[in-house]
C-alpha cells in the first residue's frame, strides 16, 4: 500500500503523543500514531489512546487531532471508526477516519 501512496502523492507520518479535541475543548491523547493517506482522505492509528468521558457522551464519535511533528502541528478533522471507551485510562489501539488535514508551522521564538 505505501508504493501505491507514493505515486498518487499520499503521506506516511508518525509521531509519538497527539491530542484528541471535541467541540473546541481538549478531550485525550493518542499515543505512538502513524498518518497514513492524503489531506482529503487519510487513516490515522494509535497504539493506545486516552479519552476523557465527558465529551464524548453527547457528542458522538467526531474529532478533530493535533499531531505534533516536533517542527510543526498536523491539524485533522475525521470520526473514530473503532469502539473506543472513554474513562480517562489507557487503551489499546484506536483508529480515525479522516476527511481533512492541514500543517500549521509553529513559529521559532525570537532570539533577544
Not at 499520499?10 to 491530542?19: F, Y
Request: some cysteine; aromatic content about 10%.
Amino acid at each position: 500500500m505505501l508504493d501505491s501512496l507514493k505515486e498518487a502523492g499520499g503521506v506516511r507520518l508518525r509521531g509519538e503523543v497527539g491530542e484528541v479535541w471535541v467541540g473546541g475543548c481538549k478531550a485525550g491523547l493518542v499515543y505512538k500514531w502513524v498518518v497514513i493517506g492524503w489531506s482529503a482522505d487519510f487513516r490515522m492509528e494509535a497504539e493506545r489512546y486516552k479519552l476523557y468521558p465527558d465529551l464524548f457522551k453527547e457528542r458522538g464519535r467526531e474529532v478533530s487531532l493535533r499531531l505534533n511533528m516536533g517542527i510543526g502541528i498536523v491539524r485533522a478533522e475525521g470520526s473514530i471508526w473503532t469502539d473506543f471507551i472513554a474513562d480517562g485510562h489507557s487503551h489499546r489501539a484506536l483508529v480515525v477516519k479522516g476527511r481533512r488535514m492541514s500543517w500549521m508551522s509553529q513559529r521559532a521564538a525570537s532570539a533577544t
